[in-house]
């Protein structure tokens, strides 16, 4: 495993979608999609989620590309809708990341997470030659789960009280993908309408 050296001009291409770093002009679809009770429910993110939350977001974001936290804004193949969020939320470590996402309500159901995922993928065990990519969510959290599964993931189980959410605990699924497994097809992401369409 070499020394993970993330760069921040990294711009992912594929399955119809461009993940590329969070930029100053994503605020306003950042901030509507993060109003979203699924992503509030499903994910640690403040709830309310206020201006102040996605403005501290996007300042620190250079940052955690540089402390190896991947950080992708998910758009579009024209590079004009903001569908998403994807990248590594937890320290990448001895070749083990951990993969996070949330689509933007008006682009689910198009495979836009799926896609993604596929995407991110490609990149941690091919340019990055991560061995072990994870994944987590709140347990019942059957959506998530299910983009997973159809990455090729495989579910290891429940983790009690490891996930921590505003002040509660809560129980977490697990499943990781290895590098050796095989992998699914997976479909190039369909249509595209930006978080505010
Ligand atoms: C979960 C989430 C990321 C799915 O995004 P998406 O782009 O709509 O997912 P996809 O279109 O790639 O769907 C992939 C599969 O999951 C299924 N799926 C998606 N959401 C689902 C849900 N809520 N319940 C059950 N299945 C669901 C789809 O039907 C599809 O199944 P198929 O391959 O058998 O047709 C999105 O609903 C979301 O952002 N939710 C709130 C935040 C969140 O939960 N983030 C993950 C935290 S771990």
């Known amino acids: 495993m070499p020394e993970l050296d993330l760069d921040e001009s990294t711009v992912l291409h594929g399955r119809g979608l461009v993940l590329r770093t969070w930029l100053p002009e994503d605020l306003d679809a950042l901030l509507e999609a993060c109003q979203d009770p699924e992503i509030q429910h499903w994910t640690p993110l403040p709830s309310p989620y206020l201006p102040e939350h996605a403005e501290l977001f996007l300042d620190a974001c250079a940052l955690r590309w540089v402390h190896g936290l991947a950080s992708f804004a998910i758009l ?3 590079e004009t809708c903001l569908l998403g969020s994807i990248g590594f939320v937890g320290l990448p470590e001895d070749g083990v990341v951990e993969v996070g996402y ?4 008006s682009a689910r159901g198009r495979g836009v997470a799926t896609a993604a995922t596929g995407v991110i993928c490609d990149w941690a065990f091919g340019t990055l030659e991560f061995n072990r990519v994870e994944w987590q969510a709140y347990v019942g959290n059957e959506g998530s789960r299910r983009v997973a599964e159809r990455c090729g993931f495989t579910f290891e189980g429940t983790l009690r009280g490891r996930g921590y959410q ?6 977490i699924w697990i499943a990781g993908l290895l590098r050796s497994d095989g992998r699914p097809d997976v479909p190039d992401a369909t249509g595209h309408q930006s978080a505010g369409s």
């Open 76 to 78: 579009d193949r024209d």
């Open 166 to 171: 505003r002040g509660e605990y809560r129980d």
């Open 102 to 105: 949330w689509v933007a309500p």
